[in-house]
């Protein structure tokens, strides 16, 4: 019977380094998003904030920030795939 200790990373940080360096290159291209893009994604993707709120706050409509994150979120992908593509 396996065990635990027959695995090759038992640990939960056995991938810590994975992580940290995805939320770096995360990071990095949120850095490169244009300020809108990057303004709205933050706050409505990293920071959860409720629409109405992040509308109120950065002084656009609704419909501006959604468009906005949606924009970002492409721009994100492309940017990320683009990235893991290149490895």
């Given amino acids: 019977m396996l065990t635990l ?3 090759t990373f038992s640990q939960r ?3 810590l380094a994975d992580r940290i360096s995805d939320r770096c290159e995360l990071e990095t ?3 490169r998003l244009p300020a809108k ?6 706050l409505l993707k990293l920071d959860d904030l409720p629409l109405k ?3 109120a706050e950065t002084g656009q409509s609704v419909g501006a920030l ?3 994150t949606h ?4 721009n994100l992908r492309t940017m ?3 990235r893991s593509e290149d490895r």
């Fill in 71 to 74: 924009r970002g979120l492409r």
């Fill in 66 to 68: 959604k468009a906005a």
């Fill in 37 to 42: 893009q990057r303004q709205a994604v933050r």
């Fill in 29 to 31: 291209a949120i850095g």
């Fill in 80 to 82: 990320l795939s683009n």
């Fill in 53 to 55: 709120e992040a509308a």
């Fill in 5 to 7: 200790e027959h695995e």
């Fill in 13 to 15: 940080q056995a991938n």
